[in-house]
């Protein structure tokens, strides 16, 4: 995680943030804080990285890298950002996971190729498969590069579309609960993409579109809690079918920049 100490909305890289929002800072290291002993509470230990002054998205430490654990051993694929500030996120974070003996696995990934780390790729529970989207962020040239790579370590890459730009990434429209049942926000996906996803899960739990567009979808599911940003009794239904307790936490200045719970972190193996 980072700390948001230099977090604000400076221009509009998503529908969710206005150049003339300001942020309250000391609220939102309040938030932040509360997010981490909510991890913390269900049984997370937290690491974090060195916020770097003018980097303003830098909290959102789901981004930057795709992280992973397979034949060999730890491992990251760098992501390359749309927008040239959180391009310059990218290179930190390398160096973090660089240095605490991660591989680094460079795409290479050329000027029109873009991969928004778990912004758009999103493991299935058991490590059998990725989903990875593009649509937005990514670009479907880069989960091609992506899927390359992960044709060698031999982890399938499953490809989705996403057509709702409020759901530009795709944590804001799929949340594995378990390896079961997923939580979707259907109206985000093109058809062909919807049949190949429910494909995938035994229990598809639908999100409603005002749901998925207060980030009810972007939540961190861990030791049987959901961390969710907003709670509806529909939600609390399927949480319930699915053994897991919700534990609501305000992200409301960080939601003025489009993200929520499950940006501000990488779960790592
Ligand atoms: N302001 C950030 C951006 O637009 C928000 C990123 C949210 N992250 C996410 N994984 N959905 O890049």
């Known amino acids: 995680m980072c ?29 932040w804080q509360a997010f981490c002993s909510a991890l913390e509470q269900a049984g997370c230990e937290i690491e974090t990285i060195a916020p770097v002054p003018g980097l303003e998205d830098m909290v959102f430490a789901a981004n930057q890298a795709f992280v992973g654990h397979a034949k060999v051993g730890k491992f990251i694929v760098p992501g390359r950002m749309v927008f040239a500030s ?3 996120e990218v290179p930190y974070y390398i160096d973090w996971f660089r ?10 990934l050329s000027e029109d190729e873009y991969l928004e780390g778990h912004g758009d790729l999103l493991w299935h529970p058991d490590g059998s498969r990725v989903y990875a989207a593009h649509g937005f962020r990514s670009t479907k040239s880069g989960i091609d590069s992506f899927r390359e790579a992960m044709a060698k370590l031999e982890i399938p890459v499953v490809e989705l579309r996403l057509v709702d730009r409020f759901c ?16 979707i926000f259907p109206g985000a996906y093109d058809p062909a993409s919807l049949v ?15 749901e ?11 030791n049987g809690r959901y961390l969710t940003p907003y709670l509806t009794p529909h939600l609390e239904t399927i949480l319930a079918q699915e053994g897991l307790t919700p534990v609501v936490l305000d992200t409301s200045e960080f939601e003025k920049s489009g993200g929520s719970l499950f940006c501000m972190k990488a779960f790592l193996p």
């Not at 530009?168 to 939580?183: I, K, S």
């Not at 494909?199 to 005002?210: A, I, N, Q, S």
């Open 86 to 88: 959180r391009q310059r």
């Open 99 to 108: 240095q605490r003996g991660f591989t680094i696995l460079d795409l290479g």
């Open 168 to 183: 530009y990434h795709l944590d804001t429209c799929l949340c594995p609960l378990n390896n079961e049942a997923v939580l």
């Open 196 to 210: 190949i996803l429910r494909g995938f899960w035994k229990r598809v739990h639908e999100l409603t579109c005002e």
């Open 3 to 31: 700390p948001p100490t230099h977090f604000d909305v400076v221009d509009q890289k998503n529908p969710y943030m206005s150049a003339n929002e300001s942020v309250d800072h000391p609220k939102a290291m309040q938030q």
């Open 212 to 222: 998925a567009h207060k980030f009810m979808g972007n939540g961190i599911v861990c």
